[in-house]
């Protein structure tokens, strides 16, 4: 009778526990998006972030709240011997935080540490050649997320991208689109949308716009955005939020529908940044 009674009183608290865990989250992360913006922080991030003098401010004031809680939850992590300075953290979460502006709530929340790297570094690759032969070999990247809980990130490259904003290339955008893209476990080109019936429509624009890349790539013609997004329709929805953050203009000049819908979905006009 007792391990029974001790048994429901663990369920009962289990149960309590995830019901009431969203609500302390939820209160937290109002706290600190009500704190005051460091005035040092605020320098790093006008240093950092080339259209942060553009926004209004009211989006000034939300990007601010989230860098906060950016912060506050996730862990950066030096490798190669590389310190994680305040600089550096706040330059990624910046640019991070300007994809959470459409206000849904979520701080890519399967994302729990950030690796950053001096430069590009190597992995190891394993490619089939053949029916019964793999090739491993040594490969440099400069970004990649992760579906479980870790994103990685060449500080070079952060730095580079932040210099030459318009070029359409950004590793910050790029990896945390995908984050956006995993939130449901996988990595496909659909991030979780706000109605069900906002899927189809989804669908209609990134199958035409994806495929409208691969002839363009195949025929050598030139485009808005960049080759990589013809990889897959992964790779493309990460290029697109690049290409939508960075060459709004361009982008809505030759792929209205496409710009239509990611404004649908980030609930931003960057095109007004500029």
């Known amino acids: 009778m007792i391990q029974t009674i001790v048994v429901f009183l663990i369920i009962g608290l289990i149960i309590t526990g995830i019901l009431v865990n969203p609500i302390v989250v939820k209160r937290r992360r109002t706290r600190l998006k009500h704190r005051p913006f460091p005035p040092l922080w605020n320098a790093i991030v006008e240093n950092n972030l080339p259209i942060y003098l553009y926004l209004s401010p009211d989006e ?92 990685v990130l060449s500080w070079e490259q952060v730095k580079q991208d932040i210099n030459n904003w318009k070029d359409g290339r950004n590793v910050v955008l790029h990896e945390f689109a995908h984050q956006l893209d995993q939130e449901d476990g996988k990595a496909e080109g659909v991030p979780i949308l706000q109605k069900n019936s906002d899927y189809p429509i989804w669908a209609k624009v990134m199958t035409e716009a994806y495929q409208q890349l691969c002839n363009d790539v195949l025929q050598d013609v030139k485009t808005v955005m960049d080759s990589y997004g013809a990889t897959n329709p992964a790779e493309f929805f990460a290029v697109a939020t690049e290409t939508f953050f960075e060459k709004p203009h361009q982008l809505l000049s030759k792929h209205p529908a496409l710009y239509e819908q990611l404004q649908s979905y980030y609930q931003l006009d960057p095109g007004q940044w500029s």
Do not use: M
């Not at 906060?68 to 862990?75: G, H, S, T």
């Not at 490798?79 to 990624?92: H, R």
């Open 60 to 151: 000034i004031r939300r990007l601010q709240g989230h860098i906060q809680v950016f912060l506050a939850e996730k862990q950066f992590i030096g490798c190669k011997g590389l310190q994680v300075t305040e600089e550096i953290k706040l330059s990624i979460a910046s640019v991070a935080c300007l994809l959470l502006l459409n206000e849904r709530g979520q701080y890519f929340p399967r994302l729990r540490s950030i690796l950053v790297y001096p430069n590009a570094y190597f992995v190891k690759e394993t490619t089939s050649i053949g029916k019964y032969v793999v090739e491993e070999r040594r490969v440099a990247r400069l970004g990649e997320s992760w579906t479980s809980d870790q994103l």
